[in-house]
């Protein structure tokens, strides 16, 4: 039984680069309420975080970078090699992070609960879940992706892979093992088929896929509908790049997407997720000639609503001209143009320099006054 009464949660870890943030993302595609603790982990020594004193005083000014914040490759660097410094970290972060999962669980309507963290085993984290899943990958991918995706050199990749507990021992804990190393599909059905078992023996939970609004519904799409989302945006995207279900299939380990149905037919999405608290969307298309203000309207309700639903702090949507030129259907609904400067927490500057594509205009709303993290800003 978990630390949180009346929620079942499940405890997701993985050696780096096993594509936990996939998995996690597929849980929340079928229902499932997701953390991310290594995030609360970088949130808890922020500037003005409780984290933030703490580790300068253990550590030194040299962590600091130019801006104030602290440097979490300065950081890094030090604590991968030296287990006694990693030690001295953790004993700082894992109250605040364990604090912050408190507030986020029982916050949350949703029934079942993702927690995915490194350090799950090796801390008493484990101990508050149902079920611990555990993610694999060779050794090869695992250093490729650090390599490509994080710009780590071949050393540093080794570095981080070696500072950790060998994947053997986290096997020997692991209720549910996923095997990352083949396609999105195949690990989409061992988490589909290991969720199948967790819902069979919870029957009470019920997702709330979709909702309607007027003579339109809007629902969340699963990766089964990959094909289809494939065929409406080749029809409908600006750029005119054919869209395929490997594509989109793809795009599911980052994100879900909002679909605007209309007797069973696409006629409107948009891409969304909810990360570190905040809320992205991307991939706005409606059919040519739909009422925009009411494609959008019913897109954007949804979309607040799971957002709220999720104790989301702030919505960022990442606009094409065309779209953001629609300046008073977007302050009706609470939206402002920014720029990454007019935003005041370091969090959401953040996720804009890390969500936002190019070509594209900011649109911001607050969805929340009570910062569920405060100060852990």
Same mark, same amino acid.
């Given at each position: 039984?978990?630390a949180?009464?009346?929620? /079942?949660?499940?405890?997701?870890?993985?050696?780096?680069?096993?594509g936990?943030s996939?998995?996690?993302?597929?849980?929340?595609h079928?229902?499932? /309420?997701g953390?991310?603790?290594?995030v609360l982990?970088?949130r808890?020594?922020?500037?003005?975080?409780?984290? /933030?004193?703490?580790?300068?005083?253990?550590?030194?000014?040299?962590?600091l970078?130019?801006?104030?914040?602290?440097d979490?490759?300065k950081?890094?660097?030090?604590?991968?090699?030296n287990?006694?410094a990693?030690?001295?970290?953790?004993?700082?972060?894992?109250?605040l992070v364990?604090?912050?999962l408190?507030?986020?669980?029982?916050?949350?309507?949703?029934?079942?609960?993702?927690?995915?963290?490194?350090?799950?085993l090796?801390?008493?984290?484990h101990?508050?879940?149902?079920?611990?899943?555990v993610?694999?990958?060779?050794?090869?991918?695992?250093?490729?992706?650090?390599?490509?995706?994080?710009?780590?050199t071949?050393r540093?990749?080794?570095?981080?892979i070696?500072?950790?507990?060998?994947?053997?021992?986290?096997l020997?804990?692991?209720?549910?093992?996923?095997?990352?190393? %083949?396609?999105?599909?195949?690990?989409?059905?061992?988490?589909?088929?290991?969720?199948?078992?967790?819902?069979?023996?919870?029957?009470?939970f019920i997702?709330?896929?979709?909702?309607?609004? %007027?003579?339109?519904?809007?629902?969340?799409?699963?990766?089964?509908?990959?094909?289809?989302?494939?065929?409406y945006m080749? #029809?409908?995207?600006?750029?005119?790049?054919?869209?395929?279900?490997?594509?989109i299939?793809?795009?599911?380990?980052?994100?879900?997407?909002?679909?605007?149905?209309s007797?069973?037919?696409?006629?409107?999405?948009?891409?969304?997720?909810?990360?570190n608290?905040?809320?992205?969307?991307?991939?706005?298309?409606?059919?040519?000639g739909?009422?925009?203000?009411n494609?959008?309207k019913?897109?954007?309700?949804?979309?607040e609503?799971s957002?709220?639903?999720l104790?989301?702090?702030?919505?960022?949507?990442?606009?094409?001209?065309?779209l953001a030129?629609?300046?008073?259907?977007?302050?009706?609904l609470?939206?402002?143009a *920014?720029?990454?400067?007019?935003? #005041?927490?370091?969090?959401?500057?953040?996720?804009?320099?890390?969500s936002m594509?190019p070509g594209?205009?900011?649109?911001f709303?607050?969805?929340?006054?009570? *910062?569920?993290?405060?100060?852990?800003?």
């Amino acid at each position: 039984m978990s630390a949180w009464r009346g929620k /079942y949660a499940i405890g997701l870890t993985g050696n780096i680069a096993t594509g936990k943030s996939v998995v996690r993302k597929m849980l929340e595609h079928l229902g499932a /309420y997701g953390i991310d603790a290594d995030v609360l982990s970088h949130r808890a020594i922020m500037k003005s975080s409780p984290g /933030y004193q703490p580790v300068i005083d253990t550590f030194g000014q040299w962590v600091l970078g130019s801006n104030g914040e602290i440097d979490r490759n300065k950081l890094g660097e030090l604590v991968f090699k030296n287990p006694d410094a990693m030690m001295r970290l953790e004993t700082i972060i894992h109250p605040l992070v364990r604090q912050a999962l408190d507030v986020l669980v029982n916050k949350t309507s949703h029934p079942i609960v993702v927690i995915e963290a490194i350090k799950l085993l090796e801390s008493d984290m484990h101990n508050l879940c149902d079920q611990v899943w555990v993610t694999m990958s060779s050794s090869d991918l695992q250093l490729e992706r650090l390599i490509e995706k994080r710009s780590l050199t071949r050393r540093e990749a080794e570095d981080r892979i070696n500072a950790q507990l060998p994947a053997t021992a986290k096997l020997t804990k692991a209720d549910v093992v996923i095997e990352n190393d %083949g396609t999105f599909e195949k690990t989409w059905k061992q988490v589909y088929d290991a969720w199948q078992v967790i819902t069979q023996k919870e029957p009470g939970f019920i997702p709330t896929p979709s909702k309607s609004y %007027g003579k339109l519904d809007v629902k969340r799409a699963t990766p089964e509908s990959a094909e289809q989302i494939a065929v409406y945006m080749s #029809q409908h995207s600006r750029s005119k790049r054919k869209m395929t279900k490997d594509d989109i299939m793809e795009a599911f380990g980052e994100k879900a997407y909002m679909l605007l149905m209309s007797d069973e037919e696409i006629i409107g999405l948009l891409g969304w997720q909810v990360e570190n608290l905040i809320t992205r969307v991307d991939d706005v298309m409606l059919t040519e000639g739909l009422a925009i203000q009411n494609g959008l309207k019913a897109l954007m309700s949804f979309v607040e609503d799971s957002s709220k639903e999720l104790q989301s702090e702030a919505a960022l949507l990442f606009l094409p001209p065309s779209l953001a030129q629609h300046e008073n259907l977007w302050s009706g609904l609470g939206y402002q143009a *920014r720029t990454v400067k007019d935003l #005041q927490v370091k969090a959401w500057q953040n996720a804009v320099m890390e969500s936002m594509p190019p070509g594209t205009v900011l649109l911001f709303k607050q969805l929340r006054k009570d *910062r569920i993290l405060r100060p852990m800003q």
